[in-house]
């Protein structure tokens, strides 16, 4: 069974740098077109955060572009999300998310990491 | 593509139908997913391409539309639909979610 779970600090200070990793056990990533992160901040809506390939590099949400990298790294199957700058804005649940009824619907989630961004 | 979902809030007794719309800002043709949020859980896909149920969803959840106008049909609200829906489109860059409709007992 394919599982996802995401690790990182749950508290960041305002301006520094977040990092989180998704781990995926049962599942080889590379035998996945591409993974996913989306994050939800407390009582609000879901946001598309960014997709990495195998092959075709990776898609960020414009938003947060300038301050977001993703990548995998299949010897450890595992990819990540570094977001700089964070504000409270970035508080939020994140998760990571495999796709497999299309490459841009997410039916497999991880369980969802809090991330406080406060001082 | 901005994604709004109407109402924001509809109130079901159990046993009744609910009907929940989407609408896209543009085209997305059938590139159209929906999700469900039971309270402390994470999302589950319900509907993608606008109308194919995902694995294991329960025939009573149904979808329809394209383009730009999008409906999610519950055909008999059991208590474990209680929840909070999402659509989503993936018909291009950036991917956005509509802002949820919360479903609750009335």
């Known amino acids: 069974q394919v599982q996802l779970q995401e690790s990182g600090p749950g508290l960041v200070k305002p301006s520094e740098t977040l990092s989180l990793t998704c781990a995926v056990s049962?599942?080889?990533?590379?035998?996945?077109?591409?993974w996913v992160w989306i994050r939800q901040p407390p009582g609000k809506g879901l946001e598309w955060i960014g997709t990495?390939?195998?092959?075709?590099?990776?898609y960020y949400n414009p938003s947060l572009k300038s301050r977001l990298t993703i990548s995998m790294d299949t010897s450890k199957n595992q990819f990540s999300l570094t977001l700089t700058s964070v504000t409270a804005a970035d508080t939020a649940v994140y998760y990571c998310?495999?796709?497999?009824?299309?490459?841009?619907?997410?039916?497999?989630w991880g369980q969802g990491t809090m991330v406080t961004v406060s001082s | 593509t901005v994604m709004t979902q109407s109402p924001a809030t509809l109130s079901v007794s159990p046993g009744e139908g609910a009907t929940l719309s989407c609408r896209a800002s543009?085209?997305?043709?059938?590139?159209l997913a929906w999700y469900q949020q039971r309270p402390g859980q994470t999302p589950r896909l319900l509907i993608y391409?606008?109308?194919n149920r995902a694995a294991g969803i329960p025939a009573r959840f149904s979808g329809s539309g394209s383009g730009t106008e999008f409906t999610l049909t519950i055909s008999s609200l059991q208590s474990e639909d209680f929840a909070v829906y999402y659509c989503?489109?993936?018909?291009?860059?950036?991917?956005?979610f509509g802002g949820g409709t919360r479903v609750e007992i009335k």
């Open positions: 998310v495999r796709p497999v009824s299309s490459e841009h619907t997410f039916d497999v």
């Open positions: 049962g599942y080889s990533i590379s035998d996945n077109v591409c």
């Open positions: 990495v390939y195998h092959t075709k590099g990776v």
């Open positions: 543009q085209s997305v043709r059938s590139q």
């Open positions: 391409g606008a109308s």
């Open positions: 989503q489109h993936y018909n291009s860059w950036p991917l956005t």
